[in-house]
């Protein structure tokens, strides 16, 4: 899928998400996804709104207790610093 597309995808389900627009389950699967796909590939602005995307999740739905927090933390590993702070913002709702 071209990168521009999965963006707007990406953007879309963010939208949903803030609407309640998704059950848990749906939402625990397509996280998921994205969080299992060739995140080093993606260009940094794509990785960005995937993570705002999940902060979001968390956050909206209250699933962190659900989360796969292995496929969390694998992605955080490779990610610049200033896009860590996102994992690092998933862990610490999720801590709360």
Do not use: P
Request: proline fraction near 0%; include cysteine.
């Amino acid at each position: 899928m071209d990168e521009k597309k999965l963006e707007e995808l990406v953007s879309n389900m963010d939208d949903r998400i803030r609407m309640h627009d998704y059950s848990k389950e749906q939402l625990l699967l397509l996280i998921e996804d994205y969080v299992t796909i060739n995140f080093q590939g993606m260009k940094y602005q794509t990785r960005e709104a995937i993570l705002n995307m999940i902060c979001d999740a968390v956050n909206y739905y209250d699933i962190g207790k659900d989360l796969n927090w292995e496929s969390i933390i694998a992605i955080r590993e490779d990610l610049e610093d200033d896009l860590k702070e996102y994992v690092d913002e998933i862990i610490s709702m999720h801590h709360n």
